[in-house]
């Protein structure tokens, strides 16, 4: 059964940081790798997704990787803003007919002007 | 496209009522999904549909929790009877293949039950 792992759990950084958020995921055996942002009170709304034959996909400011040898995908936000505070989720789909996600417990980015 | 579409996205209930919460996907998806989400348990999957056909519904807690999906572009979630600990938010999700089976999200319904 595939688990989905993101630490820190929480995250505070000063606006114009650069960072690394963190995903593991313990089955390699994976069809996409999605990541998601969350706002308070709101949906998920998708950010990027990487294809199991792919490395990397990158829009904007947001560039997330995939390395499933070792079971890791990493999203990193250039020139962080305080916009971009919000919590961030990974998913992990399966090769099953409907490709469903397993999705990680989430990191809460604070952005501090 | 207007996106995933749920209704409604408020619902307040006594317990015991029943309860059913509805979802259009985006045309053309041909798989939908359908998660809860509470502070202490997270994202849970419920069950997904793989063109209108059930295919795994081990995430359904309980009897009282069923769901359809008659044709492509509706689905239901249906609690009866509802109870407090049902109190969450309930998105609806899809994808299909021409996307690379991205899901999609709804803007999720909010589930009060006293």
């Known amino acids: 059964k595939q688990e989905v792992t993101q630490i820190p759990a929480a995250l505070s950084v000063p606006e114009g940081e650069n960072l690394v958020l963190n995903c593991s995921f313990t089955?390699?055996?994976?069809?996409?790798l999605q990541w998601f942002r969350q706002d308070p009170g709101k949906g998920l709304t998708s950010l990027l997704l990487?294809?199991?034959?792919?490395r990397e996909q990158t829009s904007g400011r947001l560039n997330a990787s995939l390395d499933k040898s070792s079971g890791r995908s990493t999203l990193y936000i250039a020139a962080s803003q305080p916009g971009d505070s919000a919590t961030y989720l990974c998913?992990?789909?399966?090769?099953?007919?409907?490709?469903?996600?397993?999705f990680g417990s989430g990191t809460q980015l604070t952005v501090l002007p | 496209d207007a996106g995933v579409i749920q209704s409604p996205r408020h619902e307040v209930t006594e317990m015991g009522q029943e309860v059913t919460l509805r979802c259009k996907p985006i045309s053309g998806h041909n798989s939908l999904f359908w998660y809860r989400q509470t502070m202490m348990r997270g994202l849970e999957l419920l069950i997904y549909f793989n063109n209108n056909v059930p295919i795994d519904d081990s995430g359904m807690p309980e009897d009282r929790f069923s769901a359809k999906m008659p044709n492509a572009s509706f689905s239901t979630l249906k609690i009866q009877p509802s109870e407090p600990r049902d109190s969450a938010v309930y998105f609806c999700?899809?994808?299909?293949?021409?996307?690379?089976?991205?899901?999609?999200f709804g803007p999720g319904t909010r589930l009060t039950v006293t």
């Open positions: 999700a899809s994808s299909g293949q021409e996307t690379s089976y991205e899901q999609y």
């Open positions: 089955d390699s055996a994976i069809y996409n």
């Open positions: 998913a992990a789909s399966t090769s099953g007919s409907a490709r469903q996600l397993t």
């Open positions: 990487i294809q199991s034959s792919q």
